[in-house]
């Protein structure tokens, strides 16, 4: 299965994009656009279709993290992890689990968990 693209709330334009312009510029990834309160996250020095959108919501109701909701983006080392998890921090994420290894899930897991300024709840791995 491939994803085409995934669509979160976010309470907080401003915010939401400083915080993934922080967490993504360190994995690889960068703003492919921002319009009309639609921010696209892409592949950096790719053309290709965006991945991941920060949106308003359509209906105008407040944007509300998922309870159960988690998504993760895939590190190219634990450096890139540690990286990632000091920008989200400095640009308005909470912690939600220190870089480190994840022995429970699998011997060669390494992860670090955010919250971005809406609360939604997201996850920067490597396997080492």
């Not at 309470?11 to 492919?32: M, N, P, T």
């Not at 592949?43 to 509300?64: M, S, W």
């Not at 809406?118 to 490597?126: A, D, H, P």
Request: charged share 25%; proline share 5%.
């Amino acid at each position: 299965m491939t994803i085409g693209y995934v669509t979160i709330g976010a309470l907080d334009e401003a915010k939401s994009q400083a915080f993934y312009d922080a967490v993504f510029g360190e994995i690889g990834s960068e703003r492919k656009f921002a319009d009309g309160g639609w921010t696209g996250y892409g592949r950096r020095g790719e053309d290709g279709y965006d991945v991941f959108i920060v949106a308003k919501t359509a209906n105008g109701e407040p944007a509300r993290a998922g309870n159960g909701i988690m998504l993760a983006f895939k590190a190219k080392d634990k450096s890139e992890v540690e990286d990632a998890y000091k920008a989200g921090l400095g640009a308005g994420g909470t912690d939600e689990g220190a870089p480190g290894p994840r022995p429970a899930d699998s011997k060669t897991f390494y992860g670090a968990y955010l919250r971005d300024p809406t609360g939604n709840k997201i996850c920067v791995f490597c396997r080492p």
